[in-house]
């Protein structure tokens, strides 16, 4: 099945990014990445969706609008939600997140909860957007890693900041371990919710006395975290069948979150059987007596198979094989090595394993 990787979060001049939307689609040829969705800030912008065709690269692109929206006249600007596929004017209910969500549901819509945990960066607190209002429903899913947050993160003293910012490999480590924690509470409660991975990009430059850098700018954060989609068919040529295989796939939660700077993960798959059925991640996989979950990855990695929020089996290698009679809901993990470090590499979503009724 063809595996497209794409960014479904990021920023231009249209709100506060410094690229524009070309820019910004040139940077994510250049990256190799299939699709973007740009999320600027509580606007969107017209007559730009469908496929982007570089002349320097000579590859092409799908680009999708969406928005990042919240009530702006709060103080401070906590609750981001990621709004894919709706372009209209959402303001005027971004103050209510439950009212929000289902005014992006009734438009057809998707909406995930952006950085919904985040940790202090060098400014400390002041610099915090994590999701809040958690008496919610209905929304698509979360965004699992957010390369930015990680990173404030990362580059919390000065010391480490300017290390960060001429070593942006170091930087990157995975989903906070906090945030894995949140999402199998969030799973336990028996919504499915999907988890994306994505940049966050704004390419905005930092100054330290008389240097002034671009720290992570586009074109290297779209090598980094993204999220990949599972599709039962490459994306059509027409763009508007594109973006509706794309939102789908979403939808359906046929994704996995990856570092792509570690190694393509393209090629990596989770799937289940059980009896006559087969499932790949974000499927809901009905036990007949036993089921066998297989995770395969291009390259070796240290493999955790968790369930129900708790580690089941690992393994270091290419593949890992399970056999269980157990309902529940399993996901994947894998980790590398990279600049001295076992990082995070491969998030997927769950296969919910149900018992018969
Ligand atoms: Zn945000
Ligand atoms: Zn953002």
Redesign the pocket.
């Known amino acids: 099945m063809p595996d497209v990787v794409g960014n479904l ?1 990021l ?1 231009t001049t249209t709100s506060d990014g410094t690229g524009t939307h070309d820019q910004v689609a040139s940077a994510a040829t250049r990256a190799g990445l299939d699709f973007i969705i740009y ?1 600027d800030h509580n606007v969107s912008a017209e007559g730009v969706e469908g496929w982007y065709h570089d002349s320097s690269t000579g590859r092409k692109l799908l680009r999708l609008m969406g928005q ?1 929206i919240n009530d702006q006249s709060r103080e401070p600007e906590l609750n ?1 939600l990621l709004c894919h596929f709706v372009c209209s004017d959402l303001n005027g209910v971004a103050a209510d997140p439950q009212e929000l969500i289902n005014a992006i549901t009734e438009r057809g819509g998707l909406s995930f909860l ?1 950085h919904p945990l985040e940790r202090p960066g060098y400014e400390a607190a002041e610099q915090m957007y994590p999701w809040i209002s958690w008496d919610i429903s209905g929304y698509t899913g979360i965004e699992l890693w957010n390369a930015m947050s990680d990173t404030k993160w990362h580059l919390r003293t000065m010391l480490r900041a300017v290390l960060g910012a001429y070593l942006p490999n170091w930087v990157l480590n995975g989903p906070f371990p906090e945030l894995l924690i949140k999402w199998d509470e969030l799973l336990a409660t028996g919504q499915k919710v999907v988890a994306i991975g994505n940049s ?1 990009a704004h390419a905005w430059s930092f100054s330290l006395g008389p240097f002034t850098r671009v720290v992570y700018p586009y074109e290297f954060l779209f090598r980094a975290v993204n999220t990949h989609l599972i599709l039962p068919e490459p994306l059509n040529e027409d763009a508007n069948m594109a973006s509706q295989q794309v939102y789908n796939v979403l939808k359906m939660g046929h994704c996995y979150v990856s570092y792509d700077l570690i190694g393509s993960p393209r090629g990596f798959t989770f799937t289940g059987a059980s009896g006559t059925q087969e499932a790949i991640m974000g499927d809901t996989l009905t036990l007949q007596s036993e089921a066998t979950l297989r995770v395969v990855s291009p390259h070796r990695a240290k493999l955790r198979l968790i369930k129900d929020g708790q580690l089941l089996t690992k393994t270091q290698g290419k593949e890992l094989v399970w056999q269980t009679a157990e309902p529940g809901i399993y996901r994947v993990e894998a980790y590398r090595q990279y600049w001295g470090q076992q990082r995070g590499w491969v998030f997927t979503n769950p296969i919910y394993l149900r018992a018969e009724v």
């Open positions: 979060h920023h999320t990042e981001h952006a966050d």
